[in-house]
């Protein structure tokens, strides 16, 4: 009788103390962040966290409107600072990583090793993401401004809403090449036999693009959101970060 109620009491406090939150993350971080997720519910076996890849612009903006996402994990430092100042923030953001602006394409017939793949006249359409809502696409209009590119591939630039969306145009061939994170290109690209090639942009001809986090308001009393944002910071998770490029802030 004795050991029943102790099982009993031990799976009243387990339902208790596993919690369950939303994460509202930038769509570059899809493929890295799930990996650090994974490894971090190694050890929280009865947590759930269940993270939506939009641009920043879009995530700012439902939090904005009353989310109840408890964590917001960002592209840039802009949005989560703006969310801070008003008072949508349970404590200041923290950055976690630089990103790299990189220039690809899926397509064989066109060599993306080299930013000068740009220049090429076969080239009738460039994916990039909607600098009003993404950070990468604030960085590849700088470029397009710092290499004097404008006038050359204005007329052939396609928007998408995010960077998942403009990386999708490329990788479905709707782009021939395009902007893109280094994290959404890296993995695949190492894949035996992948189509994929890309360039790294030179980070002096763009702004860095440091990249922060920060709880929400609706997040201040949740110990998972603040586990789980101290782990993105953590030594392991910026392993995780590293080996799909990133420098750390």
Avoid: W
Avoid at 47 to 64: L, P, T
Avoid at 233 to 238: H, M
């Amino acid at each position: 009788m004795l050991l029943r109620i102790v099982l009993v009491c031990g799976l009243f406090v387990s339902s208790v103390v596993a919690e369950q939150i939303q994460i509202l993350a930038a769509a570059s971080l899809k493929f890295v962040l799930e990996d650090i997720k994974q490894e971090f519910l190694q050890t929280r076996k009865g947590d759930s966290i269940e993270i939506s890849y939009i641009s920043s612009g879009k995530a700012y903006a439902q939090i904005q409107n009353g989310s109840p996402a408890q964590l917001f994990i960002a592209a840039d430092t802009e949005y989560p600072q703006k969310l801070y100042q008003a008072n949508l923030g349970a404590s200041a953001p923290q950055n976690y990583v630089r990103g790299k602006l990189v220039v690809f394409s899926a397509n064989k017939d066109f060599d993306a090793s080299t930013p000068e793949i740009l220049k090429n006249p076969a080239i009738k359409h460039i994916a990039i993401p909607n600098a009003k809502l993404a950070p990468y696409g604030v960085a590849a209009e700088a470029y397009i401004k710092s290499a004097k590119l404008g006038k050359l591939i204005s007329p052939k630039l396609v928007l998408g809403e995010s960077i998942g969306q403009a990386t999708t145009y490329v990788l479905e061939g709707s782009a021939e090449v395009g902007f893109s994170a280094l994290s959404m290109v890296i993995k695949e690209a190492q894949k035996e036999g992948s189509p994929i090639t890309y360039a790294i942009i030179d980070e002096k001809l763009y702004e860095p693009i440091v990249q922060a986090l920060i709880i929400t308001k609706a997040g201040k009393d949740s110990a998972l959101a603040k586990d789980f944002a101290q782990y993105v910071l953590g030594s392991k998770a910026q392993e995780i970060f590293k080996s799909y490029g990133y420098d750390a802030p």
